[in-house]
């Protein structure tokens, strides 16, 4: 059984920082791009980041560019996400997300196979 288990979420004042882990077992996805998107009360689920298999691309929304770092180790099927200089409206559930698909190329849409149950990252301002 394929799992994600996103952690590292919490309160924050603005201008601080959070990284998150996503934790995936069950299989590897060592060969599979992964992302991150969150979700706001009363909003759509909106992309953050993603990566590529070995690390080498990466994907940012407009909105998180130069504050946001997403990476991976493959050997612990881990993949994470540095947030600085946080700001009140990145306030959402982060959630990871990955597909089974090596080719899987839709980084940015919600159409991951596999979601983690999601961590809440609240900045205060």
């Known amino acids: 059984q394929v799992q994600l288990v996103e952690s590292g979420g919490g309160l924050v004042q603005a201008g601080g920082s959070l990284r998150l882990s996503c934790a995936a077992s069950g299989r590897s996805f060592s060969t599979n791009p992964m992302g991150w998107f969150r979700q706001a009360p009363g909003k759509e689920r909106d992309f953050v980041a993603a990566?590529?298999?070995?690390?080498?691309?990466?994907y940012y929304a407009d909105s998180v560019k130069g504050r946001f770092t997403v990476s991976r180790d493959n050997a612990k099927n881990t993949v994470y996400l540095q947030m600085n200089s946080l700001k009140a409206e990145d306030t959402a559930v982060y959630y990871c997300?990955?597909?089974?698909?090596?080719?899987?190329?839709?980084?940015?849409?919600?159409?991951?196979?596999?979601w983690g149950q999601g961590t809440q990252v609240t900045v205060s301002s």
């Open positions: 990566i590529g298999w070995r690390g080498g691309t990466t």
């Open positions: 997300a990955a597909d089974p698909n090596p080719l899987y190329t839709a980084y940015k849409s919600p159409l991951y196979r596999y």
